[in-house]
């Protein structure tokens, strides 16, 4: 469901004493000669031609949730592992899943206009005929709704939107809004329009964002045309994922279910997706206020805000059935640990097609598991037992993952070391986010995979990617160009890591290529296998390159003597992030007192056009001062643990057994960072560090309790988080500490 | 002929010693309390009314260069003056000037284009169908052509958009360049087109930059519709303005001529301005790379750089006629100093009706001098005299001011203690560039000058808008909040004040309003009355507050009894400048090195997408260290000098004589800074610290000759440069410690 986003890598700035010559932590000298050579056989069984191959069979026909072509699909990668000699489990959930049943928009005088709400056959690709199995575009989990009333654009539907949106007099109360594709994810805009009292919700494509402003158009080129529709699920995930009527359990098939009123992340009003082609007429229609710079789109015309003369009807009907989702799961046991897990995993169900999204990634893992059962049949045997997952139901709210995590979460906890996840690929640079005590493994892994374009390393060429990154000063890239390594980023959300990571508190990572492959085929027909060899990833050896550097996470993980965390590197990320929000409530605090004067002198009204009639913004509550005594003197504790941990497992000769407790004490020690109730108003998600944002969707939030308190003016939460999250640092400090104790 | 920008106001931030208490600097007490009487009587005087029928009376017809309504405007504003009792004179040159005899603008295969060329007749603009006296859409100063070759798109056709044409291999040598209006002056784009071998160039107007992507098109709001175009000239100005036969002397009607082929400012390249009417099919004809984002307009389809498969063919012939030019001058003898003389000027000149420019600019300074009339007959004289003068062919290129300010060159370094310059002017916010050592005069004047929109002085305004400005950070903000005076904008060119200031030395001004006014009438038949009283200051209330800003610049000047020069601001500025071009040097050299060892390390290599076919950029020489001691030194010295004088003046009881030798000695300073031989190729421009950029046109270079000779990479040149600009400061610096001896 992710879109990859070249700008995964963060760009945090310091030093590892990591060197870069040919060791690999966590084995032995021999063993680690062993692994590199166990690699390098592995890599040998990989060929690109099975990547396009099995892109080719899954992306055949349209598979999403309970279709007869998700279902053959799921067949298809059983089928696979169980050649390939893998123990296979398809374990069946049973989610809801509404389907769209009636989908009408039109516009009522002074111009009338039906829209089409259909994407067009093209001749030149191959499966957009297929419309007999299409879901049309439509939005997962709009509410049911048959809604008439003025239009008003509304930007990109963030709340700042909402706050010019006030400036101006507009309210949305009682109005459809229209919102630009894009910022923030999709399911954002219709919680944010609810929430001002909008009662319907369309979300279009504009050509500035993903059509003709970037290039040409499919199926000339790689961009969306005229009539391509995102669909897309705009559950509000960043409550909870999943089956909206299992919340933090199992949806299996005798599972206690809400009543679907009852499930606090399923919106109230009716949203749509729409083409260019069927946005223009209505924002054509649009009177009002001429919208400012940062609204304005590329289709020909001046963009008002709105309300125009005309009404707009919006009605939506679903059929809301529970349907079957099937989850993969291929074990591989292990030779001395099986009690201990790496998983893999990739969703397989799509919008349509879904060649890009996710089948590219999904044929990467198959291809890495192909590989590792050839290794096998040259005796080689993991140490720790691999688990190769094929997620179903991802699309519409990470299903198949989550219920699953659900079900297993003790089991989990106990047994998995990290959850490897990859979703769709393509051609360009290596996109890496996760748990940051693997930040230093996770560069040796990058360190040893070679980019096929350019000879140098993945590592090397995401790093130079980071120094040539869009509006670098030139002090910034001359400090760059010092740095032989790479920060990985924090994960937010939009694919199957977050019950691992933020339910569970799961070592993970999010891994994947991309950057050379923009387009505008992202969850429409067009993401198809035509569109996906001619403009993502043509050769199909980027899916190579995913699963020599999934592959090598899992192996490596599988096979390492000491597992590689490295607290002290986690402990500098989490470090900058405390000093991130602490340097937050002091920006606000100043930004706020400064626009409380430029209120009070009533500078805005001096020098605001009066043409414009643009209201001066609102004066906001002062910030005070915060205590971050708590956190700090956490931090500080951390800093003398981690330092002392690292010296200890240096310094000690740990036998098989003692090792085996000391690997089972590191793995789970990110769980010590899960909040017992949760982030406030959304306890599905527990872990202190990590989190999707309450108003960005997939994107991260570090902290994300003191944070996004701070960020919502709330004051009295901000204090609170700080002492929650100082608390549970301390404990996880006192964790880490009793792991270096018993080693001593 | 200069586009007001609402940016005018310089953003260099330091504070002033100067009070905002009713105090006028030059004024003893009791001649500042008369001086403040009659400057009330003065405003009671100025009708909006007036304004606003003067705006109608002379744009009521097409009166460019050499026209019958050109000749009637001049007759018109001789006869107001005369009727206002003030000596008037109509000085008469002879110009070169082309108008455009053929204009063939046409595509060749696959698709067949003419260019209609035309702008269109609207109902809704009373003027705009006096096609029999228009001139044409055209760039004045094109080379005559008949030229065929391919089309490449050049972005804005500024030097680094060729940079980044090699970087793709594309070379317009012997090819049609087509070039956007903006970013920089227009003559900048030919001239730059025409340095890299091509053949023609076409420049047209990209609703991006002042269509429909900002607000509605005209008739129905102020923005470019889809045929309207930009005429302007095209003469190479920053070589040097007036007629480009005579340069540094008048024309004459018997003067010597140069033969128009050694007239170094002239361009050897056709060119033709186009609305984006004739663009989009030329546009939409190009193939090859897709433009890089800051390329892109806000036409519908994808811009892609060309060649194309299509051939462009341009013909364009002149009749190069020499015309008459009327400078309208009218002086009011000063009853005390009439040897010493201030200057008002504004243009009467316009490519059509140019209600907004020149007109409103044109009307308030009428309106001024009328103002003045009145005070007259109450039995006020000024001090000083008072000259008001009215340029014909601005447009061209700053023609009759310059050939003015040629022709009586000696006299006008002798008398002139200041040139005040306006032009088109609307509703908005006061921008004032001009000499520093007049910058707390300035901001005298602009404190007692009331907003009629806000109702606080035209000062707090300019302030307030400086410190809401986009980009601004909060930081930066507050600090601009406690701070109560603005700095005034260094100029360049774009107006009558050139000759005045970067020829002559005269300290000079330009002011005008605007920022409120948006539109996209310039030079286009839609630059109409109907027009401006729509989108430009309807109530022609901002026409009366140029004439009270510009009024009391002049009566103060005239009336003062110690010239109200501040060289301690002046040399504030000029050591920010100093402090700007060392930083510059040491940037470039860091940013040069930086940006080599990524080339050397083939990073561009490595992260540039294979499929952009974009080679890295170009290595480039290592900027050396200059010895910028001489400079330092001699702005240590002048810092020194201008206490010493400052104390001097302040504590000196100066009688009338002698107070009248420290004024000239103050007022003619400023040609202490004129440097012998002028710029570098061009020394018709000899203010040491001010200068039309070469590749800019418009855009100031402060301390040019060392400021361009870095940017340029000219490393000799810019060390030459360093020690010529250090030894005029020198000397400047001696003459000013002249003055303070002389009085001690």
Known sequence: MRKFLPGIIAT??????????????????????????????????????????????????????????????????????KSWGYDVQMETFYVLFPTPKTRVLEMTGPTKFKASLMEKVLPEDATSNQTSEQLPPYNCWSADGDVTGELVFVNYGLPE?????????????????????????????????????????????????????????????????????????????????????TPGYASTKDAKRLDKKDATNLLKIPVQPISYHDA?????????????????????????????????????????DIKPIYNIVAKLAGSEHPDEWVIRGNHHDAWVNGAGDPISGQAAMLEEARAVSELVKTGWKPKRTLLYCAWDGEEPSLMGSTEWAEMHADELQQKTVAYINSDGNGRGFLGVGGSHALEPFMNEVARDVTDPETGISVLDRAREAQIIGAGRSHTSKKELLNKKTINIEALGSGSDFSAFLQHLGIPSFNLGFGGEDPGGEYHSIYDSYDDYRR???????????????????????????????????????????????????????????????????KIYSHVTDTA???????????????????????????????????????????????????????????????LENGLPRRG??????????????????????????????????????????????????????GIAKSIQ
Chains 1, 2 share one sequence.
């Open 161 to 245: 939107d909402y706050e010019y949106l006030e400036r101006l007099g507009i309210d949305v109360k009682g109005k459809i809004v229209i919102a630009k594709y894009g910022r923030s994810w999709r399911g954002i805009k219709p919680k944010v329009a609810q929430e001002h009292g909008a009662i319907g919700c369309l979300i279009y494509s504009d050509p500035k964002d993903d059509g003709y402003y970037h290039g040409d158009v499919y199926p000339k080129g790689a961009f969306k045309n005229e009539y391509g529709v995102q669909r897309g699920s705009v559950m509000d995930m960043p409550i909870y994922p999943g089956d909206p009527l």
């Open 280 to 320: 223009e007429p209505l924002l054509r229609s649009l009177e009002g206020p001429v919208a400012p710079d940062d609204w304005r789109g590329a289709l020909p015309f001046t963009y008002h805000i709105g309300p125009g003369k005309g009404s707009v009807h919006l009605k939506l009907e679903f059929n809301w």
């Open 684 to 737: 599905w998600y527990k872990h202190a560090i990590y989190a999707p944002g309450f108003y960005t969707g997939y994107g991260v939030k570090t902290l994300p309790g003191i944070r996004e308190a701070i960020e919502q003016r709330n004051w009295k939460e901000a204090q609170e988080q700080i002492e929650i999250d100082a608390t549970v640092i301390k404990s996880f400090s006192e964790y880490l500490e």
């Open 612 to 674: 414009l009639k643009l209201m001066p913004p609102s004066a906001k509550d002062e910030v005070p001062y915060f205590n971050f005594s708590s956190l700090q003197n956490a931090m500080a504790a951390l800093e003398k643990t981690t330092n002392h941990l690292a010296d200890a497992l240096a310094k000690a000769k740990l036998d098989g057994a003692k090792q085996d407790e000391v690997n089972k004490m590191l793995y789970k020690a990110e769980q010590k960072l899960l």
């Open 12 to 81: 945090l700035s310091f030093f590892y004493g990591w060197s870069q010559s040919k060791t690999l932590s966590g084995f032995k000298e021999n063993s680690a000669k062993q692994e590199f050579s166990t690699e390098e056989k592995f890599d040998s069984y990989l060929k690109a031609d099975n990547v396009g191959q099995l892109i080719k069979d899954m992306s055949a026909r349209p598979h999403h949730v309970g279709s007869p072509g998700g279902k053959a699909v799921a067949d298809y990668i059983y089928n696979k592992f």
């Open 535 to 601: 403009f993502k990833d043509p050769s199909f050896i980027y899916g190579v390159v995913l699963a020599k550097t999934a592959g090598r996470t899992a192996l490596r993980l599988a096979d390492a003597e000491a597992l590689p965390f490295d607290f002290k590197s986690l402990y500098k990320t989490l470090n900058s992030y405390a000093t991130e929000v602490i340097a937050l409530a002091d920006q606000l605090r100043e930004s706020t007192a400064t626009e409380n004067r430029l209120i009070k002198e």
